[in-house]
């Protein structure tokens, strides 16, 4: 699956798609809800109905062999009157279960970068993504994934996702060519909702989106995607991924073309306003 984030951001599940990893964080937060859970009196059978979830899911969260969704985490706090234990448990966990080992060292940059720099000219990017886009990109992944399987990979696509919300002083640039949309990957209401949702966030102030256009025939990132980021010491690095793996660059003389190329495709995609009245013109006939 392209770019592991089943579409651009982030190589989920361990060597294509496992459950994540167990860590420390993991088996820590399970045993806090395994405590609420019994503090209650509740069986796993009792408890899973009331947060949604199924019993086994419950099972993996408890055994830290599964990072747990942001909605159970909000329902567990209720159902168990946590007094916001789980939430502020939660919010320790390592985000680097579910990703795959060749992409961990970017998404730890990635979380305290001060600007993120995105080109896709495959699939909507990770970060981008609706839950119905990455479902179906789960659904259609090769090997085929298990229930259990999509549903660790879309509650660690969705923890990534945290970072559009949760750093407001970083500047998110993405690039997408116009045929991603044209695709219509899923039903009908897959792209509406994807396009609805690229909209929403093109209106924050730190989120800038630019579609590339068939009509420009050539342009600076004809090599492939690629992503940039710049840290808080004003250091760049890049990374490019391929089906089955990603390139991480440090070297400056490299990430310097890469910069380059992305400069002249943002002079080469429509403005930001274009981009939105050309995304509101898809939506519309959709």
Not at 31 to 45: I, N, Y
Request: aromatic fraction near 8%; glycine fraction near 10%; charged fraction near 25%.
């Amino acid at each position: 699956m392209a770019d592991g984030t089943g579409g651009g951001g982030a190589p989920l599940g361990c060597g294509g798609g496992g459950e994540p990893e167990m860590s420390d964080s993991l088996k820590a937060f399970g045993e806090v809800v395994k405590a609420f859970r019994k503090r209650a009196r509740l069986t796993q059978e009792e408890f899973a109905p009331r947060v949604r979830y199924s019993v086994p899911t419950v099972a993996s969260i408890e055994q830290g062999r599964r990072f747990p969704p942001p909605d159970f985490v909000e329902r567990a706090e209720g159902v168990l009157d946590a007094f916001g234990a789980l939430r502020g448990a939660a919010r320790h966990l390592s985000r680097r279960p579910g990703l795959a080992s060749w992409f961990r060292q970017w998404a730890r940059l990635e979380e305290e970068a001060v600007s993120l720099y995105t080109y896709e000219c495959r699939l909507i990017p990770g970060l981008l993504q609706t839950e119905a886009y990455a479902r179906t990109l789960f659904v259609n992944q090769l090997p085929p994934l298990g229930d259990e399987q999509i549903e660790a990979q879309w509650a660690a696509r969705a923890e990534r996702q945290r970072l559009l919300r949760e750093r407001p002083n970083t500047a998110f640039s993405f690039i997408l060519e116009e045929h991603l949309f044209l695709r219509r990957t899923g039903e009908a209401e897959v792209t509406e909702g994807v396009l609805d949702h690229v909209l929403a966030l093109a209106e924050q102030r730190n989120i800038e989106v630019q579609v590339m256009p068939l009509a420009q025939g050539a342009h600076a990132g004809l090599a492939g995607p690629m992503q940039l980021l710049e840290t808080s010491e004003n250091r760049w690095f890049a990374y490019n991924e391929g089906q089955r793996g990603g390139l991480f660059v440090s070297e400056s003389k490299e990430t310097s073309v890469l910069q380059m190329r992305y400069a002249r495709m943002r002079s080469q995609a429509l403005s930001l306003d274009d981009s939105v009245s050309l995304l509101r013109q898809m939506r519309g006939a959709l």
